[in-house]
């Protein structure tokens, strides 16, 4: 049996129990928590997950529990059933990671998710919704694929629902395969495109698919504003349009 407790900077634990064997290597059950989930993925950096030091968004200095199966063999981690709790948010998933490439899969789902309660509970100063993402360029070293599911994610003080994402990482940039939920105001919107940092800002290019029964109420939602337009003028919309 194998047996390993830590203490990462700024007080992250890890602990891992479990066992090694020349055929399967290591597997066993890994746990930590902290009171920063940002914290843990610089912690492993230099366990060959290069770049991860600049996913210190705002929104993830968070206290957190993360518990999950993993399985390492020469060069390659599996970390399944996954279940992390992030300020009162909880999702599931798994990670697979081929260290030497490095190149990682990362699979996330939701039953419900509230963003609204990441973004507000950053600690002071105050940090805009818009702002509390830091315009940190993903290092180039980092490859790999997202896919997000969630039933409900709240945001802007409202509802999306079967939020769908698919995205890969390469050389900097990050490609939008597919975006998809139903919006506030009956909305149906679908985005694809390119997001990359030229001189150290973000910069996305893609297009955006949209239909709503509801015009006012997702523009409402949106913060536009909308008060002098009649009501009849604010009803059903579809749109299509390149974003840049």
């Known amino acids: 049996s194998l047996s390993l407790k830590s203490i990462l900077s700024g007080g992250t634990a890890i ?11 290591i597997t066993g059950s890994l746990k930590s928590q902290g009171t920063d989930f940002s914290a843990l993925m610089a912690g492993l950096e230099p366990f060959g997950m290069p770049g991860l030091s600049g996913l210190r968004s705002a929104f993830l200095r968070h206290p957190y529990l993360l518990e999950g199966s993993l399985a390492l063999t020469t060069g390659y981690l599996k970390f399944d059933k996954v279940k992390l709790s992030l300020n009162e948010n909880t999702l599931t998933g798994a990670l697979t990671l081929d260290m030497a490439a490095p190149v ?3 699979v996330l789902n939701t039953t419900s998710l509230d963003l609204d309660k990441l973004w507000n509970a950053v600690p002071s100063p105050a940090i805009e ?4 993402i830091e315009y940190a360029p993903l290092a180039p070293a980092i490859a790999g ?3 997000f599911a969630g039933n409900v994610v ?6 999306m629902r079967d ?3 698919a995205a890969s990482i390469s050389g900097g940039a990050v490609t939008l395969d597919d975006f998809s939920a139903q919006l506030p105001g009956g909305a149906t919107a679908r985005i694809s495109g390119r997001l990359e940092y030229p001189r150290g800002r973000p910069d996305f290019s893609g297009r955006l698919d949209l239909s709503t029964g509801n015009l ?21 919309a579809q749109l299509s349009a390149r974003l840049n």
Do not use: Y
């Open 216 to 236: 006012r109420a997702l523009l409402g939602w949106l913060d536009m504003q909308i008060a002098g337009i009649p009501d009849r003028s604010l009803s059903r």
């Open 163 to 165: 939020v769908m994402l």
């Open 129 to 132: 919704m818009t702002g509390a």
């Open 154 to 159: 709240k945001f802007k003080n409202g509802t």
């Open 104 to 106: 990682f899969e990362a």
């Open 15 to 25: 602990d891992f129990s479990g066992g090694i064997s020349p055929e399967a290597g």
């Open 145 to 147: 694929t997202v896919r």
